[in-house]
């Protein structure tokens, strides 16, 4: 799969919280949740069971999920901030990429890549290609991966010590090339085309499982003691041949088990305090986080028992982590006189007091207290609804006398528990002569394609089982918000490999089982929104569902608390690769075949959402429907129960999906001449679109001129069971190029083509929840509306609409076709004198077909969301890199890259899907990508500390003993800033069509965006934008404003993290490794997110800082 993602590696957290502003939406639900989706991957393969959470690294808060047999994820329930997200799984490194989630961005997809832990510990002391990312998303997995991959070799310091970079030898025979065909074991993506393997639960093949062989690998290649041949080298970032080892070291016996026993530790007490947006020094939240693990393998014997001699072998473990994690929010909620309806020292954001009018008598509200006085602009309590005051029952009452600069006025500090496990077992059998798991004791596979020789027969069969679960508590800035999630995932696999000559074969089997659930405080024990709370009419019933509504303000942190959710996922699947290797050619051929089944018991709004604009307490001018400027309060109209827009989604609330995938590909590693390389490959993907088994799924037909809509069921009207016509045009070509002109010099060039495949998982759980086998609704109103014999009102938010109206709230468009990017690149790399390697590439990625989404409103129905495939990016990227390899004890490598993403679509990178401004001018979206970073410089250094044996000081004696070994990394970020778009909330150009937060503000004349002197009250130029209203226009008459897309540059970033290990060896074959890491090692505060929304309290401020200092100790026994 491609990307529509990142895969990025993080620099460290940088989220924030900003409690006032409400939610922007790309659905037609008045107060969507926030959330991140995405998969997790090694190579092509999908990882079951993998563990994602998402950090609020401003205020702590956790999210956590698990991904399904297909791989896949959704974190739900979120709130706006900057997130830092981390896939974690047994025997692969740990990966993380930061996430953005804003009224422009109110959904993130993320692409986790994992490599194996034995590859990253390689690349442990700074990988480039954190370096190499010119910007996340879509395209920047193209940037990231193949800057990496194809511009740099192996990133890590991994490549310094032996043959990394360009051969010295002068024979390029032995570079490999991940061009097209099967995955190699970086993320080379721009030309790779292998599904691969299928992996287990627990990741990894037999051979890399060994982390204690490879150990000993590693060190003989530090060391001397054999040669190996197939080494790294500076080709793509693919494998090398077959790794033979010559000789072991004393002590060591093969086939006896071994194993790593490790503990990992991160506490308050070690950490930062975060860094305080609003001056007020907060408690630090307690919290310990704890990883451990024990993982075994070598030949099984079981003393009277069971001999498997040397043709049985075992890999097996258990890993687990225990804790809980730091939250910390600010948020701004009414005032104990404004929960009374007292607005008499209220203010809006610039500064000028509350006026509320009743639009019925046209009188501004007062009320008479009880010592006789006339109170203007407060609201007599007989007139606050039932409704209103039983909600307020779960927004707190302030804790913070003196408010923020900013208005904060609450401050909720808790800790979040989380714990897991995960348990697998893997068992090998070779057949023919005895040997280890690699085909013979002392030969483990590169897993690549080598250059030369005949390979040794193999026969093996292997079977794995694996078993994992999590838990982890959900908060929010509210304690009412609470909520829980769990998962228990099952893996079983089984595969066969038979080689002859020439030729292998590998045949495997998989089956999957994931199953996920969420919950809140109320469902199944409080109805807090039907009869027995709230009294809102309409809504679900059944006790499954029973929670909060939604509540979204405009001046306030609103109602959001977790959906309840079941779900079971399953994957059925089968593959076959063919390896031949004849001549100068190594080819390979495959495929899959996936049988996907979802089954789910959930519901997506079925409490209703509420949205609160003020627009019912403002002043309107005779004869005029718009609101006088300055007047209206949206906690005003919430007392008096009138929300301007609302939606549900309820009734069937279980589904059960399936669909079918499957694809083949052919690669041909072609070693053309000594010194020049071929790569060639082309891959078919098919990935049918979804199925519900009781067909009971809904779409629209919408007119080519997107005024009319017919709703449309499976098989009815020319439309297939699934809603959507299948993509059958996938074919993905893959091309890569090596050519060493001279001794020190190599040129690469790669072209690839990558699908979006994951987009109909998506549509399916959009397709459900509606009509006719749901209740939908999305309502607006105006103060016709509210003047007349009906309004809309809390209570009677839903009414019955006529049996002609459709109330359908999304649709595809039929002919829908899946999105894919071009990416290519050229890298130019020259060896200098003194171990310098330079390199100097090009990257470009431009993405097709990209995913658009409009808000319509046509005659007779209401408003929904219309998803097509029309959008369009270009990414331009240039870089260069310099390293130093690894000499006396240092190693150095750094890079800067300048690029450019320009994109009409923002479903590509962290930022999810929005909704176009103007549904009938796309390419009035067309701007900077939200990912786009102009500059970054990055790099990083190992380097072995001057003390203890052969070194200059302390080479005896207890100096040794304690000084000695040490190694000192770490790794240093510079960059420019991301870019934000100035909008509007509540704005009634997106009211009247369902949506929030896609309305952009009109650009003031002559007014500059930047400022000399930005501080966090203040970033940017406020008065460069203002509000579409009668005295903010747009000069071309349009009732959208003419701001550009993301043309406000956020702050700039900088980040430096260290570590410090020591192995010490206990005999040669154990050893204990210690490792203290510093993230943010000098608490430099990273300013990470802007509020941009005009009519915000916060607008124009800092609203997100990246965690500060975190320090993580870890102990590893290896034996």
């Given amino acids: 799969m491609i990307l529509l993602a990142s895969s990025v590696r993080a620099q460290e957290p940088v989220p924030p919280e900003t409690a006032p502003t409400p939610q922007s939406t790309r659905t037609s639900a008045g107060a969507p949740a926030y959330e991140i989706s995405g998969s997790a991957k090694s190579g092509k393969t999908p990882l079951p069971g993998v563990t994602v959470t998402a950090a609020n690294t401003l205020t702590g808060k956790k999210y956590s999920a698990a991904t399904n047999s297909e791989g896949k ?8 901030g900057r997130y830092v997200v981390r896939a974690e799984f047994m025997g692969f490194a740990a990966f993380t990429q930061e996430v953005v989630l804003n009224p422009e961005n109110s959904s993130a997809k993320v692409e986790a890549e994992l490599i194996l832990a034995s590859r990253q510990q390689e690349q442990s002391n700074g990988n480039l290609a954190a370096v190499a990312a010119a910007g996340r998303g879509f395209q920047s997995l193209a940037v990231d991966s193949t800057l990496s991959a194809l ?4 990133s890590g310091f991994g490549g310094m010590g032996g043959n990394g970079g360009s051969q010295g030898n002068g024979d390029l025979s032995t570079l490999p090339l991940n061009g097209a065909g099967a995955e190699g074991p970086t993320e080379s993506v721009s030309i790779s085309g292998a599904q691969g393997r299928t992996q287990d639960f627990g990741g990894g093949n037999e051979e890399e499982l060994q982390q204690r062989i490879q150990e000993f690998r590693d060190r003989m290649q530090r060391e001397g003691g054999g040669g190996f041949p197939g080494g790294g080298g500076g080709g793509f970032g693919g494998p090398g041949g077959m ?18 026993v490790y503990f990992s530790d991160d506490n308050a007490g070690l950490d930062a305090r975060p860094y305080s947006l609003t001056g007020i020094e907060s408690p630090k939240a307690d919290y310990n986080q704890a990883r451990f693990g024990v993982n075994v393998g070598g030949p099984l014997n079981i003393p009277k028992i069971f001999n498997g001699g040397k043709k049985w072998f075992f890999f097996g473990g258990w890993n687990g982590s225990r804790g809980s994690n730091p939250y910390d929010a600010f948020s701004t909620v009414p005032t104990v006189d404004e929960r009374n309806g007292n607005f008499s020292a209220a203010t809006y954001n610039d500064g000028k007091p509350v006026q509320i009018f009743d639009p019925k008598t046209g009188q501004q509200y007062q009320f008479q207290n009880s010592q006789g006085q006339t109170v203007p602009n407060e609201i007599d309590p007989a007139l606050i609804t039932p409704a209103a005051k039983a909600l307020l029952n ?3 009452v302030p804790n913070i006398m003196t408010p923020t600069a900013s208005g904060q006025n609450f401050h909720y500090v808790t800790s979040a528990e989380s714990n897991s496990d995960t348990v697998m077992l893997r068992l090998i059998h070779n057949f023919g002569p005895a040997g280890g798991p690699g085909s013979g004791p002392f030969v483990i596979s590169g897993g690549g ?15 794995g089982l694996n078993w994992s679960r999590s838990s982890n508590n959900i908060v929010n800035p509210f304690p009412s918000l ?8 099952l893996n079983a696999s089984a595969g066969w490999t038979y080689g002859k000559g020439r030729v292998t074969n590998t045949f495997r089997v998989n089956y999957n089982h994931n199953h996920v659930s969420t919950t809140n405080l109320y469902s199944n024990v409080l109805d807090v929104s039907g009869p027995g709370g709230a009294g809102i009419s309409g809504i679900s019933n059944d006790p499954f569902d029973w929670g909060l509504p939604g509540i979204s303000f405009t001046s306030f942190g609103g109602l959001n608390d977790p959906t309840a959710r079941r779900e079971l996922d399953q994957t059925y699947s089968i593959s076959e690769t063919v390896a031949w290797n004849r001549g100068k050619h190594n080819w390979r051929f495959g495929g899959d075949y996936r049988l996907i089944l979802q089954s789910f018991h959930s519901t997506r709004n079925a409490e209703g959402s509420f949205v609160f604009t003020g627009f019912a307490t403002s002043q309107y001018a005779t004869g005029s429907t718009q609101p006088v400027t300055d007047t209206g309060y949206d906690f005003a109209d919430f007392l008096l129960g009138f929300p301007q827009q609302t939606s549900l989604q309820s009734g069937a609330n279980s589904y059960n999906f399936r669909a079918k995938a499957f694809d083949f590909y052919t690669q041909d590693d072609w070693r053309f001449r000594s010194n020049l390389s071929f790569n060639l490959g082309l891959r078919y993907e098919y990935n049918g679109p979804y199925t519900e088994a009781a067909n009971r799924i809904a779409n629209l037909d919408v007119a080519p001129s997107l005024t009319a809509a017919t709703l449309v069921l499976p098989a009815q009207a020319g439309f297939p069971a699934s809603l959507v016509r299948p993509d059958h ?11 060493k002109p001279q001794k020190q010099m190599v040129v690469r060039a790669g072209y690839g083509v990558n699908y979006n495949l994951a987009q109909y998982g998506t549509m399916i759980q959009n397709f459900a929840f509606q009509p006719p086998f749901a209740n939908t609704a999305t309502n607006t109103t105006d103060l016709n509306g509210l003047t007349g014999a009906s309004p809309l009102t809390i209570t009677n938010g839903f009414p019955t609409a006529s049996s002609s109206t459709v109330t359908n709230n999304f649709a595809v468009n039929p002919n829908y076709r899946l999105g894919y990017v071009q990416i290519w690149n050229l890298d130019v790399q020259r060896e200098l004198p003194g171990g310098v390697v330079m390199n100097a590439g090009y990257n470009g990625a431009k993405g097709t077909r990209l995913d658009t989404e409009r808000a319509l409103l046509v005659s007779g129905g209401q408003p929904f969301i219309y998803e097509s495939s029309e959008g369009n990016s270009i990414l331009h990227a240039a870089s260069v890199r310099v390293r130093k390899r690894m000499a006396k004890g240092l190693g150095l490598s750094a890079q800067y890259v300048f690029s450019k993403s320009i994109d009409d679509a923002s479903s590509i990178g962290g930022g999810g899907s929005v909704v176009a401004q103007d549904p009938f001018d796309i390419s009035a979206d067309r701007g900077l990508s939200s990912f786009d970073q102009r500059h ?48 509007v909330l509540g704005g009634g150009v997106d009211i009247g069509r369902g949506v929030s937060g896609s309305l952009r503000a009109n650009a003031v004349a002559g007014q500059s965006i930047s400022i000399s002197d930005p501080t966090t009250l203040k970033w940017f130029n406020t008065v460069a934008f203002c509000a579409p209203s009668a005295t903010c226009v747009n000069p071309s008459g349009s009732g959208f404003g003419d701001a550009g897309r993301n043309v406000i540059e956020g702050p700039g970033q900088v980040s430096m993290n260290m570590s410090l290990n020591k192995t010490i060896t206990v005999k040669e074959s154990r050893a204990l490794e210690l490792r203290i890491t510093a993230n943010n090692v000098f608490n430099i505060v990273r300013f990470t997110s802007i509020n941009t929304v005009v009519n915000s309290f916060t607008y124009g401020e800092v609203t997100g800082a990246g965690s500060m200092r975190r320090v993580t100790m870890t102990a590893r026994f290896r034996f």
């Fill in 151 to 154: 511009a740099g070799g192996n």
């Fill in 729 to 739: 045009n996938n074919f993905a070509p893959r091309v890569g190029i090596a050519w």
């Fill in 936 to 983: 970054k410089f990055a790099g990083n250094w190992i380097y072995d500390l001057p003390f203890g044996e052969n070194r200059r000081f302390a080479p005896k004696g207890a100096g040794n003993h304690i000084l000695g070994g040490w190694q000192w990394s770490g790794d240093f970020t510079i960059a420019s800033g991301l870019y934000f778009t100035p909008r």
């Fill in 482 to 489: 609470a909520g829980g999630t769990g998962t228990q995932g």
């Fill in 243 to 260: 790794v033979v080892i010559g000789r072991m070291p004393r002590g060591f016996n093969i086939n006896q088990p071994h194993g790593i």
């Fill in 394 to 396: 779960y927004i707190p």
């Fill in 73 to 80: 994820f959704v974190l739900s329930g979120m709130t706006r």
């Fill in 449 to 463: 394609g080598g250059g030369g020789g005949r390979r040794r027969s193999q026969n093996n069969i292997n079977f």
